[in-house]
């Protein structure tokens, strides 16, 4: 089969703060047609970088060299001007986090709008049929309404699925798709990788899947490159790679990916002694409400029920799983433990104290023992502050007394 893209000694670095960062290194690699090709390692591999630096997307601090040849146009060096014409039209690109993607601001069809509009010499009409189109064949139900809606108002799911309608619109070569799922339920997950390798086969395009998990390669990839710290470690067929892997890397993420021994993992739980433990978190009939805005004047007021009276209770030094499908009101029951979101019945204790009945000092006393990780690090971190800033932040608000060396050292012994 005809290779599409062949990439031969690609090289991406950066200059930050006088050093200079060697992201990917010397990597060779090519992509038939018709084929889904996984770039697949830890955080910090180099798996975006890759692709970031054939569609000229790098940021302004990085540079690449080496080749990527794409049906026949050599890609390294061409001038925004002759990217723009390749970008969105023959190569397009769905990221990882389509809330980031999506402008809550503007219409999802304006922004489809968009691609066609650059791409082709289409009219308002026939852009509109087109944009509605697409989204319907993604699996988007009333996609006349969906056009005129905010992407505000779709579940993650449906807003990967309207990413996945853009990036179709101009029925390109090539789909490089950049972690899709990472930020989607399990079930969700499930839809959005059937849909990926469904609209392959419609559109007769190749596949480019970058991922850290090793399910999504042997469901979705015919063949897979194993990167490390920049450099290839491996590569092959995914059938080679999962049952015969040659590199010391290889072995070591599909060992990692084996799922946990539930036998011994009960083990383990019947040896605490749960008698002696104190509890930490404890709600009592938990109930959450949203007031959904009226359609018209006169409508009768929506209310949204979040949490339905969870009774709950998280014991020192458990591990406290809570799980379902995006809505099922997992984050809401956190916020409101966290003190973010107000009750609208029931109870929630943390550490012994009523959280309906603390003031906002006795709750800023509280949350020096409770911390939170996000889902997204890069809604999280602010980009115009350095990581010693950042860290910095709740050391001042909790602990205004300490000392800039003081606060150096936590921080340096956290890092």
Request: hydrophobic share 35%; charged share 25%.
């Amino acid at each position: 089969m005809t290779d599409i893209l062949k990439a031969k000694n690609l090289n991406v670095l950066f200059k930050s703060r006088g050093e200079s960062i060697h992201a990917v290194k010397d990597l060779s690699f090519k992509l038939s047609g018709n084929e889904v090709l996984g770039i697949v390692g830890e955080s910090g591999s180099g798996k975006s970088q890759t692709v970031l630096s054939i569609m000229g997307l790098l940021e302004s601090n990085g540079s690449a060299s080496g080749s990527a040849v794409f049906a026949d146009k050599e890609l390294i060096g061409l001038s925004n001007a002759e990217l723009n014409q390749i970008r969105g039209n023959e190569i397009a690109m769905i990221f990882q986090d389509p809330m980031s993607s999506l402008n809550p601001y503007i219409t999802i069809g304006k922004q489809m709008s968009g691609v066609l509009k650059r791409h082709t010499k289409m009219s308002k009409h026939e852009i509109k049929e087109r944009c509605i189109e697409m989204l319907h064949s993604v699996g988007i139900s009333k996609p006349h309404e969906r056009y005129d809606g905010y992407s505000f108002e779709l579940s993650g799911g449906m807003r990967q699925r309207v990413m996945i309608a853009s990036a179709l619109l101009t029925n390109p070569k090539l789909l490089i798709a950049d972690e899709p799922t990472t930020a989607l339920d399990v079930t969700v997950q499930e839809k959005i990788l059937d849909l990926i390798l469904d609209v392959k086969d419609r559109f007769k395009m190749s596949v480019i899947m970058i991922t850290h998990d090793l399910g999504v390669v042997a469901r979705t990839c015919d063949r897979v490159l194993v990167m490390k710290d920049g450099e290839l470690q491996e590569s092959g067929d995914t059938e080679s790679i999962f049952y015969s892997p040659n590199a010391a890397y290889t072995k070591e993420l599909l060992e990692k990916s084996k799922e946990i021994n539930l036998d011994d993992q009960q083990k383990y739980t019947e040896r605490q002694e749960t008698s002696i433990k104190n509890s930490l978190v404890k709600s009592s009939k938990a109930k959450v409400n949203f007031t959904l805005p009226k359609k018209t004047l006169f409508a009768a007021n929506n209310v949204l029920t979040a949490v339905n009276e969870i009774s709950m209770e998280a014991l020192d030094g458990e591990v406290l799983g809570i799980v379902g499908e995006s809505g099922s009101g997992k984050s809401t029951l956190a916020k409101t433990i966290l003190g973010l979101q107000k009750l609208t019945s029931g109870q929630v204790e943390v550490f012994g104290e009523k959280l309906t009945e603390i003031n906002k000092k006795e709750l800023k006393e509280i949350r020096k023992k409770m911390q939170v990780v996000f889902q997204d690090p890069f809604s999280s971190l602010n980009p115009r502050m350095t990581v010693f800033e950042i860290l910095k932040e709740p050391l001042d608000s909790f602990f205004p007394s300490m000392t800039k060396e003081s606060a150096q050292k936590d921080i340096e012994d956290g890092l």
